[in-house]
């Protein structure tokens, strides 16, 4: 059956909640376009005047997508090269979804997505339903074709499982901005003092290049060896401006809610830098220089006046 005007503009004023919720479940921008995409299809195929609660058939469909793309994306993970990490956001960028409050703020962040990379497929549908779009435990088990007794157990476990990965926090956004700031500042230094005053003792530094970026593929741990690993990352070569195309510009931003490091060059983002800042010190970085999950940052990036950068690198 065809759609009719109105059966579209119907989906697609669900669209942008849709994007929001697939992203949180990918971590991937991309990914979440095709499923949401998918789920239009799927939306032109049913008999539409007979869906009573469009947005929770739609909610379903777009979910058990999902849950079917994440199941298959555990397997692709197994061979791909280096650390896997989500594909970062930009601030303003629609696809970040609600953020009224903080548990939706906090969902969306770099280091959640990642920790959400831990759970279990449903684990994950689960929490992100319930913290970051605030469904209640009867609809998630419809969608999800469980109990609500299972649900709220699934929510709790997996809730346990996110706060025992995450670093404390408590630190507000002008001093995250100043720590970054310094932490620039000490990373072009070429010494290795200033970074470690900087970090935590058990700061980490992990990247993702997909292959195509030169990235280690272990993390490095502790102040010291991300000291070190740093100190390099942002020592001047030739090398490195034939890598990505010329000397980067570095900006002070955001990226999903965290305080992060834009580098670009011409117009395009080739790294995103997520800090992880703790009133301790920063306590890790995440730095994604993939640039298949850099495509849509360009975009925006690209679309808008970014004003002067920090500095120079490389």
């Avoid at 869906?51 to 397997?75: D, M, Y």
């Avoid at 025992?164 to 072009?188: N, P």
């Avoid at 992060?260 to 997520?274: K, S």
Wanted: hydrophobic fraction near 45%; proline fraction near 5%; charged fraction near 25%.
């Amino acid at each position: 059956m065809a759609l009719t005007v109105h059966d579209v503009d119907r989906f697609e004023a669900f669209r942008p909640r849709l994007e929001a919720l697939a992203y949180r479940l990918l971590g991937s921008a991309s990914e979440a376009e095709d499923v949401v995409q998918e789920t239009f299809l799927r939306w032109q195929a049913a008999d539409v005047e007979r869906i009573e609660v469009p947005e929770a058939w739609l909610t379903k469909v777009l979910t058990n997508l999902c849950l079917t793309q994440l199941t298959s994306a555990r397997a692709r993970r197994e061979t791909y090269v280096g650390q896997w990490l989500p594909e970062p956001l930009l601030a303003g960028d629609p696809m970040l979804g609600p953020a009224d409050t903080a548990e939706q703020r906090e969902s969306v962040s770099y280091a959640v997505l990642v920790l959400l990379e831990r759970l279990s497929p449903g684990e994950r549908a689960v929490y992100v339903l319930r913290e970051a779009f605030g469904y209640p435990h009867r609809e998630i088990a419809e969608i999800l074709d469980l109990t609500e007794a299972a649900s709220a157990q699934i929510f709790h476990r997996a809730k346990k499982h996110v706060a025992a990965g995450k670093a404390r926090t408590g630190i507000d956004e002008a001093a995250a901005r100043r720590i970054v700031e310094e932490f620039l500042a000490a990373a072009t230094s070429g010494r290795t003092e200033p970074l470690v005053r900087l970090l935590t003792e058990d700061a980490v530094s992990v990247g993702d290049g997909g292959g195509k970026v030169p990235a280690r593929a272990k993390a490095f741990e502790g102040a010291l060896a991300v000291a070190k690993f740093l100190r390099g990352l942002f020592k001047p070569s030739e090398a490195k401006r034939a890598l990505v195309g010329g000397s980067p510009e570095m900006y002070v931003r955001t990226a999903n809610g965290d305080p992060a490091v834009v580098a670009v060059v011409e117009d395009r983002v080739v790294g995103v830098m997520c800090l992880e800042i703790t009133a301790e010190g920063i306590a890790a970085f995440r730095n994604q220089v993939n640039p298949d999950k850099l495509e849509r940052a360009t975009r925006q990036w690209a679309a808008g006046d970014q004003g002067e950068p920090l500095l120079s690198a490389f």
